[in-house]
């Protein structure tokens, strides 16, 4: 199985996917789950996208594609709330999710940038945000400098479409960015000073 407009050949790992299904859930982690939900919006679309899906199992790739795209990368945190959301073993999910080389697991720098490009932050400008922080850090979206201070990426609508445009800063979600005050909250992080 793999998710549509996926190339095999490209985003495939060379190892196989673990279809064990003996790890048991860690219920503490899973209950940790329900405060970190609550307060962040994207939590609640991709509940929403998973319920489209009414839950399904083989709905795994689809729901990962829209939590990367929601997150940005898929944290530890993340893959345990869609395993238990689709009642699935966590090794069910990190084995797919490892397996795929365009699901991407952390970022490699120590802080994060998520420029959201949703429509309702794209016409308010997010393009430009992102691509003053581009010209600034060295780097394109997807890519981390060569400090490993920044990992910068985008996603698609986090849910907080009232404050456009949106832009998470180490989890974050910050309001109504401008190329100004996006360079302003990653001073420290940029290379060179910049
Ligand atoms: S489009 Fe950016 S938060 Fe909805």
């Known amino acids: ?67 990367q795209e929601l997150f940005g990368f898929l944290e530890d ?41 949703g429509t309702a932050c794209y016409v308010r400008g997010s393009d430009r945000v992102l691509a003053a922080i581009e010209q600034s850090a060295g780097i394109k979206s997807g890519e981390t400098t060569e400090d490993k201070q920044l990992s910068l990426m985008t996603a698609r609508c986090i849910g907080a479409c009232s404050i456009a445009p949106a832009v998470v800063y180490d989890g974050v979600i910050h309001p109504k960015q401008d190329p100004e005050s996006a360079l302003a909250q990653l001073k420290g992080w940029l290379p060179h000073g910049n």
Not at 4 to 14: A, F, K, N, P
Not at 78 to 85: N, T
């Open 1 to 67: 199985m793999r998710a549509e407009g996926l190339d095999h050949q490209v985003y495939c790992r060379s190892r196989p996917v673990n279809t064990e299904t003996t790890t048991p859930w860690d219920k503490t982690a899973v209950a940790a789950l329900t405060p970190l939900q609550a307060s962040d919006k994207r939590y609640k679309i991709l509940e929403a996208h998973i319920k489209k899906y009414q839950g399904r199992q083989d709905a795994l790739i689809e729901v990962l594609h829209k939590a």
């Open 77 to 117: 945190s993340l893959l345990l709330f869609v395993g238990s959301r689709l009642k699935l073993p966590p090794s069910r999910v990190y084995g797919v999710a490892t397996f795929y080389h365009y699901f991407k697991l952390k970022p490699q720098g120590a802080h994060t940038c998520v420029v959201c490009l």
